[in-house]
């Protein structure tokens, strides 16, 4: 009866307590999660793909927002084979545009959206912002690649966007507040390659003045973990921390601000 109990208490808690990486212990950010898209397929006719959503009483004076992320081309296989600035996000007010952003990925829906509108206050100025995770749809390590598409709230009622390209694995890498400041750290995660190991690098970065602010110096960042053949969330002993300070990016991969 006694072993039986103790296999029990193994099985629990091997299901409920897994590894962590070092950023993961700070409080993460509440968001909200939308996924009501409304799709419009008019790649025959108009050579163009729509995907819509309505957040009502999104504003602070309860105005409706709807953004629009469209995908130029003739068809898919087009769209696949060419990596160029092919997209747009509309983003309306009331029904009426107020914004237009041009975008470096596709839109292909259930295809490569990996999760759903997210909305949450990242940067602490009390106004909702909007997070898009957008797979590149690669194979191996390359179907890691997403693009995370920030759209930043400012006082004025318009937004920020600014974007880059993430490793995110399987969903959403949840921001956390490293210093109780209420400005959510952003974390990125890229494959860096040093004396024939490959590491897991993690930076961080924090939206201020319109733009994204590399804070790596500030907690000690960026950290680095040895990419192994199971699971690992120890930062490396093999790297000192003074090299590592040597991949820290001012900017993540392929960013773009507008």
Request: charged share 25%; with cysteine; proline share 2%.
């Amino acid at each position: 009866m006694r072993v039986s109990l103790i296999l029990i208490m193994i099985i629990f808690f091997s299901l409920t307590i897994r590894g962590q990486y070092p950023f993961e212990k700070f409080s993460a950010i509440k968001y909200k999660e939308y996924n009501n898209w409304k799709i419009y397929d008019w790649t025959q006719k108009k050579n163009v793909l729509h995907f819509t959503l309505t957040i009502p009483c999104f504003f602070k004076n309860k105005d409706t927002l709807t953004i629009q992320l469209s995908t130029y081309a003739k068809n898919f296989k087009t769209v696949f084979m060419n990596n160029y600035d092919s997209s747009t996000i509309r983003i309306f007010r009331n029904k009426n545009q107020i914004q237009k952003f041009k975008e470096k990925i596709f839109f292909l829906g259930k295809y490569n959206f990996w999760g759903p509108l997210i909305t949450a206050d990242f940067n602490g100025d009390s106004l909702p912002d909007i997070k898009l995770n957008i797979a590149y749809m690669g194979c191996g390590l390359a179907s890691l690649n997403a693009r995370v598409i920030y759209l930043f709230q400012t006082n004025e009622g318009k937004f920020i966007k600014v974007s880059f390209l993430d490793m995110l694995g399987n969903g959403n890498r949840i921001e956390r507040d490293i210093d109780g400041e209420g400005n959510y750290e952003i974390i990125t995660m890229n494959l860096e390659g040093y004396e024939n190991h490959n590491y897991w690098t993690f930076n961080l970065y924090n939206f201020k003045n319109g733009n994204l602010k590399c804070v790596n110096e500030k907690f000690d960042y960026p950290i680095m973990i040895q990419y192994l053949n199971k699971e690992n969330y120890k930062i490396t002993d093999k790297i000192s921390k003074e090299k590592m300070k040597t991949f820290s990016k001012k900017l993540p991969n392929d960013y773009d601000a507008r």
